[in-house]
Every structure is written in structure tokens, then in C-alpha cells.
């Protein structure tokens, strides 16, 4: 009797051991996959860099959410923020990713102020915008508390859902974007989820139009901590030397400034200022490590091997020019240069009225850049 229970308690825990590695089994298979690495993010013009680091993080973490959503990237989310609050512009952004004050929008009360015609009684008893008789939109990406509600994350694990935080805010804006599961590559589905998240075709527009500039720095991937060696050295230490000398229009070369030339599309001349002007300072540099470029920008986009934009600043190497155009795709409207630093920066002479100087690169007609070393 005790062998045969002793069999029969060692076929019940064998069972049970079966049925808990089956069960273990199946959760695997059903629990989503894990989100990929956060990968390095240098600095983006424009946008605040604990902004960025929360935008990226949402797209990361995004596959736990909506593991059926497909296409979710950093410039999305950064094109819708950009219009909602200019990357929560005029606000102190703690480590934690607290904004304040509070980005509140107009009281929605229907009376027509802020342009509001319709009416939306409060949701939250005031919890998330103050106003316990309306609504209000709430930070960085102007949710509305009852939307909040379905659409709203914890992704800084602080176990708070917070549209005021800016992790928490943007893993919630791409949520409410994906919805149950779209392919946010294919442009038609990305217009449609623009479309939900404000009902205006100008407004898709606009956010469009900021995505495509963002996506120029194709996957959103900047490589940090990069440190140029050899001739590239040379070239970012000679164009560094020259941070603060004045901007002028024709000015600069392979000796270092001089004065410019009258007059600049705005009508400002050099012919009284010594200093550089962006290809100049270009010029200059590259000379000291005897290679000899055109005068114009356009014209030192041919000098070397083309990166072109497609490729994004993650291909780009300390030492490259790198180029802005009023057509990306037009290398003949190419109108301004600069080299590339790394880490998304760029030292450059911007403009009249300004001086040399480091800066991240600008987010409006990047067109890729020009290696030479």
C-alpha cells in the first residue's frame, strides 16, 4: 500500500511538474517580445534632450503595449509634440521627467475661447487640470483627462500615470496612436492615426511635415561619444580655433578670415566685418590638411564622397561636411555648410549677425553630408 502511494505520489508531482512546465511554456509564447535597447540618442535641434530621451524610450518600449504595432519611431511622436507644446518649450524638465508648470490647454467650456465651440464637462474632478466643471488639454501632448484615462502609461515605472510626466506622456501618445494595432510605416495608416489624435487635415499636415524633418536623421539613432582621430582631428581643431569670430558674407580663407564680399540674399555685407561665412570657414579647415574646396557650399557638396540625407546623421563621421537645402534631394539648392562634430553637433558660421560656432544640427533641410577624409 505505501509502494503503491509512494508510485502514485510520484506520478501525481511528476503531473503537476508536466502541467507547470506547460502552462510556463504558454505564457512564454504569449508574453510579447521584450523591447529592443534604447541605443544612444545625441542632441537634435530644437528639442529639449530629456524630451528626446523620452520620446525614444516610448518608441522602445511601445512593443509591450501594442505588440501588434508595427513602425512606432521617436520622430513620430516628436512631430505630434512638436505641434502640441513645442517640446514642452518654456518648461523645466526634471530628471525624472516632471514638467512644470503644467502645460494646460484652454478651458473646453464651449464659449469660444481659445477656439473651442463645443463643451466637455470634467472627467477627472479637477485631478489632471485643475478645472472640476470643464476639461482642459494636459501636457506635453495635450491629452484630454478622458482620453488619458484609457490611453495613459507608467514608463518611468514610478507606478504613477501621469500626462504631466514626459515618459509617461509620450509612451500614452504612442499607444493612443498605434491603436489596436496599426503599421505606422505605411503613410495612409500614419495619416489616420494623425487624423484621431486631432480631427483637421491641416493638422495632419503640419505633423507630417515635422516627422519628415525628424526622419531625416533616419532611424533616430545619432551615435554618441565618437572622437575623431588623424587628419579629421585636424580639420575639427583648426574650425574650433575659430568659435567666436564674426560672421561675414564672402569672408574667410585657407589663410583664415578676412573680409567679406557685399551683399548676402538679406542685403547684409562683409565688405567691413572679418571673419567667415559657413563655406569659408569650410574652406579654411580643410586646408589645413591640404585639401583645397570650392567657394560655395553647393559646390564642396561634389568635392568628396556623397552621404546623401537618406542615409541619416547616424552615417555620418567627425570630420564630414555636412549640408542644408531648400530641397533636400537638390544638392543645386544647397545653401548652407558645416562639420560635422559628432553626437548630432556641428561647428559652422549660421549666419549675418552671428559668430561661429558648435551647435546640433538643424532639423530643417538637413541634406546630408560630404566625406573628404
Partial sequence: ?????????????????????????????????????????????????????????????????????????????????????HHATGRTISPAGDITPHILGPRLDGSGAGGNITAFPDTDNGRFDGDTAYERAVGPFQFLPSTWNGSGRDANDDRLTDPHNADDAALGAAVYLCGKGRNLDDRD??????????????????????????????????????????TARTVIEAALAQEGIPYSWGGGNADGPSTGICCSPSGKSGTRIRGFDCSGLALYAYAQVGINLPRTAAAQAGAGRRIPASAGVGALKPGDLVFFAYNPTNDSTIHHVGIYLGNGQMINAPRPGTNVRTEALWDDGFAGGTRLL
Wanted: proline fraction near 9%; include cysteine; aromatic fraction near 6%.
Fill in 1 to 85: 500500500m505505501t509502494r503503491r502511494l509512494g508510485c502514485g505520489a510520484a506520478t501525481l508531482t511528476f503531473l503537476l511538474l508536466a502541467l507547470v512546465l506547460v502552462a510556463a511554456v504558454a505564457a512564454t509564447q504569449l508574453k510579447p517580445p521584450p523591447a529592443p535597447p534604447i541605443q544612444a540618442v545625441g542632441a537634435v535641434s530644437g528639442i529639449p534632450e530629456r524630451m528626446l530621451a523620452a520620446y525614444q524610450n516610448a518608441a522602445n518600449r511601445l512593443p509591450e503595449e501594442v505588440p501588434a504595432c508595427q513602425g512606432m519611431r521617436w520622430p513620430i511622436l516628436a512631430g505630434i509634440a512638436r505641434i502640441e507644446s
Fill in 189 to 230: 495608416q500614419l495619416k489616420a492615426a494623425i487624423f484621431q489624435y486631432n480631427h483637421s487635415q491641416a493638422y495632419v499636415a503640419d505633423v507630417l511635415g515635422w516627422i519628415d524633418r525628424y526622419s531625416q536623421l533616419a532611424t533616430g539613432t545619432i551615435p554618441i561619444g565618437q572622437r575623431p582621430t588623424g
